[in-house]
Antibody, heavy 119, light 107 residues
Framework: QVQLQESGPGLVKPSETLSLTCPVS??????????WGWIRQSPGKGLEWIGS???????YYNPSLKSRVIISADTSKNQFSLKLSSVTAADRSIYFC???????????WGRGTLVTVSS | DIHLTQSPSSVSASVGDRVTITCRAS??????LAWYQQTPGKAPRLLIY???SLHTGVPSRFSGSGSGTEFTLTISGLQPEDFATYYC?????????FGGGTRVEIK
């Protein structure tokens, strides 16, 4: 049974970089059948897709965040990561790592982790 | 971007009721639409994909329909565990977008 679990600091200072990782257990991130992504949820903006990566190396980003986002994958550790730079209070959200099938539906979610931006 | 508008934003219903939620898109697209259920403190869960296909393990009281710009999720015979928030999502084009959610509350 494949499982995802977000890992990273719950508190980030304004203007700094938010960094989260998502180890994949029970399955391989190298599967060609899936994309691995990040989605966030805040009270004011609902669910927002941040971006995703495929084992081919292709990345896909939401244009609204693209200038600040890097999503990468580490096949040796079977995990993928999110870096969001220059954070502000508006980036306070629950961040979910997720698996998309080939039609981009999210068929597996991590439990989510709350990230707060504050000095 | 494709904007998705869900209605109603909330609905009060009783166990056994039939509930219908609508998702309207800002532009016409095929049936690349999914529905998710989210209970408090949990991640969303995929219910319906391709507008009308039931995801593995999802009870048959959930059904989806629609195409173009209007889609519906119907829960036939509401159960206690169905009181939750429901979201639609389009995968027709990037960026992937979600509706604002519909909260199903106990009457």
């Amino acid at each position: 049974q494949v499982q995802l679990q977000e890992s990273g600091p719950g508190l980030v200072k304004p203007s700094e970089t938010l960094s989260l990782t998502c180890p994949v257990s029970g399955g391989s991130i190298n599967s060609r059948d899936y994309y691995w992504g990040w989605i966030r949820q805040s009270p004011g903006k609902g669910l927002e897709w941040i971006g995703s990566i495929h084992n081919s190396g292709s990345t896909y980003y939401n244009p609204s965040l693209k200038s600040r986002v890097i999503i990468s994958a580490d096949t040796s550790k079977n995990q993928f990561s999110l870096k969001l730079s220059s954070v502000t209070a508006a980036d306070r959200s629950i961040y979910f790592c997720a698996r998309h099938n080939k039609f981009w539906y999210v068929d597996l979610w991590g439990r989510g982790t709350l990230v707060t931006v504050s000095s | 971007d494709i904007h998705l508008t869900q209605s109603p934003s909330s609905v009060s219903a009783s166990v056994g009721d039939r509930v219908t939620i609508t998702c309207r898109a800002s532009q016409d697209f095929n049936s690349w639409l999914a529905w998710y259920q989210q209970t408090p403190g949990k991640a969303p869960r995929l219910l319906i994909y391709a507008a009308s296909s039931l995801h593995t393990g999802v009870p048959s009281r959930f059904s989806g329909s629609g195409s173009g710009t209007e889609f519906t999720l119907t829960i036939s015979g509401l159960q206690p565990e169905d009181f939750a928030t429901y979201y639609c999502q389009q995968t027709n084009s990037f960026p992937l977008t979600f509706g604002g959610g519909t909260r199903v509350e106990i009457k």
